[in-house]
T-cell receptor, first 115, second 113 residues
Framework: NAGVMQNPRHLVRRRGQEARLRCSPMKGHSHVYWYRQLPEEGLKFMVYLQKENIIDESGMPKERFSAEFPKEGPSILRIQQVVRGDSAAYFCASSPPSGTGNEQFFGPGTRLTVL | SQKIEQNSEALNIQEGKTATLTCNYT??????LQWYRQDPGRGPVFLLL?????KEKRKERLKVTFDTTLKQSLFHITASQPADSATYLCALAGSSNTGKLIFGQGTTLQVKP
């Protein structure tokens, strides 16, 4: 059973470009979470999604950031018009549909570098 | 505002000793607390979960305590090994059941042979 998959593992963008980060949850998992980890800082919650629904986006910046988890295919975190401050590791996690309160399984992360 | 604090400095111990990591929180009433391990360049890996009505949880060489009065969790690794060297994260979840986890900044543990 493959774990949570994220791609790309490393992404380099110039200021003003768009970044698209993909996350495929573990098989059978319908809950997806995105976290951001800035250098020397802890993980910060961004958004929690279920299939076709955003459940909690309280950690998402108001502008330029969006997330989706379509009925088919991976979850996508999209960052428009990237700035240097967006450089960070972005982690996706998933959990089974038996409800929250379970452990979250994390992917290896996407390391975004904005030049 | 809600705040989670872990041992601010790295913890260095000798192999075979017990490592004790601290997680304190304020302005928060979590329904449960989790501990994760993170190695450099990798995603966190779940270790243990303890609920608000539980005082202690064990798993092999790991033990977690949860004191909701003190607003503190302690994470113990007994008979520590160099392979236990990593960053350990505590994470809190609220009772609203959104699945959102609030992470501490982590404590880096170094076990010397």
């Amino acid at each position: 059973n493959a774990g949570v998959m994220q791609n790309p593992r490393h992404l380099v963008r110039r200021r003003g470009q768009e970044a698209r980060l993909r996350c495929s949850p573990m098989k059978g998992h319908s809950h997806v979470y995105w976290y951001r980890q800035l250098p020397e800082e802890g993980l910060k919650f961004m958004v929690y999604l279920q299939k076709e629904n955003i459940i909690d986006e309280s950690g998402m910046p108001k502008e330029r950031f969006s997330a989706e988890f379509p009925k088919e295919g991976p979850s996508i975190l999209r960052i428009q018009q990237v700035v240097r401050g967006d450089s960070a590791a972005y982690f996706c996690a998933s959990s089974p549909p038996s409800g929250t309160g379970n452990e979250q399984f994390f992917g290896p992360g996407t390391r975004l570098t904005v030049l | 505002s809600q705040k989670i604090e872990q041992n601010s400095e790295a913890l260095n111990i000798q192999e075979g000793k017990t490592a004790t990591l601290t997680c304190n929180y304020t302005n928060y009433s979590p329904a449960y607390l989790q501990w994760y391990r993170q190695d450099p360049g990798r995603g966190p890996v779940f270790l243990l979960l303890i609920r608000e009505n539980e005082k202690e949880k064990r798993k092999e060489r790991l033990k977690v305590t949860f004191d909701t009065t003190l607003k503190q969790s302690l994470f113990h690794i007994t008979a520590s090994q160099p392979a236990d060297s990593a960053t350990y994260l505590c994470a809190l979840a609220g009772s609203s059941n959104t699945g959102k986890l609030i992470f501490g900044q982590g404590t880096t543990l170094q076990v010397k042979p």
